[in-house]
């Protein structure tokens, strides 16, 4: 197969597990281009793309950026904060505007879950989820699953603990299932106020104690507390979680075991993981960033091939 | 679907060999080539020749495989997008004779793109094109091969396929008549 049977990257949901190998073949191929003296292929460079980020990103936008210019798309850039939403102008007139200045890609980072399909629903345009609130972010866990089979070799029968603040995170959700279509036996672990109520669904394994998890898995995702999603105190403090929840070399050596240690960052030092494990030899982190950009170039590609080129005079 | 045999394996084994001497005359101790299989069938070829060349004491032949995926000019405009190939490029190409290597010359444009695509690794000082199967009068840019093992004519409705014995019982060269757009 060498086609997406999807039209937009709304969700991993979205996906068959062929699509998912599909952009795995076609990255490890973007994996040798970013790594050329010369890094960039001419396959956009007939599309235009708009990054649209509603709120705050360092990485995914860089990542993408970098993916569509390595593409030779022409990209144009847009932050909320600096933009007509805040004069009251709605998601779809703010899309289409720019839309009618001919861009054929919309990347999209919002905070409101589920505003990524709505999009795809009201225009005319091929849209990329970079996440909404906390729904989905379907290309981090692509590039984690995908560093995942860089390093052990395949996703089937592999355990991954996903620790930290379930409750907030896209990033935990996309992960599941992205995992579990691989074939992947999924453990989230976190304090009980930072689990969703109804997480034992989604047919993954619920601990709530650390070095139980660690035991467990082969790899562990390790995620930041999300302190601007929190609205009211989840844990008594940040020291207390750091004890409970964060992952440190003491810890890891005491397993005496092989375990790869991940995070899609911005890393809380000291928090979720000290210092001496992220910059480590278990860590694959800056492996998963390096990823990243192959991932979204093999996104954007295949997304782009759906779009057949019209030539109207 | 019609299928004839254009070259037997007997055919196909005195033309390789053919090849690898014009390649050995051409370019005697290959210490600044770098032979690049097309992919995805050039890399055939080239175990061949390379095999070949190594038989006759060129041991040490730099060679690598190129993917033109991404530099093709009928992304977008065809139906079936086609899957991307392993690149495999171990050595720089500045300054070196580089010689393309392909199963089936059709209408240039595989090697359009080549050309545009062995640019990221450096700027050979020169670059040459072997083909195994020229199918001549289907040309639709000014490209022609310096090494031709067999020339063809065919119609677009034929498609010419080379076999190798690595992937099909043994080594020959096919005409294939089908009703299908031209590959």
Not at chain 1, 137 to 157: C, M, N, V, Y
Not at chain 2, 44 to 56: I, P, S, W
Request: proline share 3%; with cysteine; hydrophobic share 40%.
């Amino acid at each position: 197969m060498s086609e997406l049977s999807v039209n937009h990257l709304l969700g991993i949901k979205h996906l068959n597990p062929q699509d998912i190998e599909l952009i795995f073949k076609t990255a490890d191929q973007f994996k040798e281009v970013i790594n050329r003296p010369i890094k960039k292929v001419p396959s956009l460079r007939d599309i235009t793309v708009a990054n649209l980020f509603f709120e705050n990103s360092t990485r995914t936008r860089l990542s993408f950026e970098l993916a569509e210019k390595r593409l030779s798309a022409d990209v144009v850039n847009f932050s909320a904060s600096s933009s007509s939403v805040k004069k009251g102008e709605t998601l779809i007139d703010t899309v289409n505007n720019i839309l009618a200045m001919k861009v054929d890609l919309v990347v999209m980072r919002h905070p409101n879950p589920g505003a990524a399909v709505f999009l795809s629903q009201n225009v005319n345009s091929i849209i990329v989820n970079a996440g909404d609130g906390a729904h989905e972010h379907p290309t981090q866990a692509l590039l984690d699953a995908f560093s995942i089979r860089e390093k052990w070799g395949e996703l089937k029968g592999k355990r991954i603990a996903i620790v930290g603040d379930i409750l907030h995170s896209r990033v935990a959700l996309s992960n599941i299932f992205c995992l579990q279509k691989l074939g992947a036996e999924v453990m989230v672990c976190g304090p009980t106020t930072l689990m969703p109520k109804y997480i034992k669904s989604l047919g993954v394994q619920v601990s709530h104690d650390l070095t139980e998890a660690l035991e467990w898995a082969d790899v562990a995702n390790m995620l930041r507390v999300q302190h601007e999603r929190q609205d009211t105190r989840y844990f008594p403090s940040i020291r207390e979680y750091a004890r409970q929840y964060g992952v440190t070399r003491e810890l890891l050596d005491s397993l005496n075991k092989e375990i790869t240690i991940m995070h899609p960052g911005p890393i809380n030092r000291g928090v979720e993981i000290s210092s001496d494990v992220a910059d480590g030899d278990h860590s694959i982190i800056l492996q998963q960033v390096e990823n990243g950009v192959a991932i979204r170039m093999a996104v954007l590609y295949l997304l782009a091939a759906k779009k057949q080129m019209e030539f109207s005079a | 679907m019609t299928k004839k045999e254009l070259l037997s394996e007997q055919a196909l084994h005195i033309i390789l060999n053919r090849l690898a001497c014009e390649l050995v005359e051409n370019h005697r101790d290959f210490s600044d080539t770098v032979l690049i299989g097309l992919q995805p069938r050039g890399g055939f070829v080239l175990n061949r020749l390379r095999a070949l060349l190594g038989e006759q004491g060129f041991e040490r032949v730099d060679t690598g495989l190129l993917d033109i995926t991404f530099y093709r000019d009928d992304f977008r405009r065809r139906e079936n997008p086609l899957s991307a190939n392993q690149t495999r490029i171990d050595v720089l190409l500045e300054n070196k004779r580089v010689v393309f290597i392909d199963d089936v010359l059709y209408t240039g444009r595989s090697v359009r793109a080549a050309l545009d695509a062995i640019h990221s690794f450096g700027r050979p000082k020169e670059i040459e094109l072997l083909v195994l199967i020229d199918r001549r009068f289907s040309r639709e840019l000014p490209i022609q091969p310096d090494y031709t093992g067999q020339r063809v004519d065919a119609i677009s409705s034929e498609r010419v396929s080379v076999e190798w014995q690595d992937e099909a019982e043994k080594d020959s060269v096919y005409l294939l008549n089908t009703t299908h757009e031209r590959a």
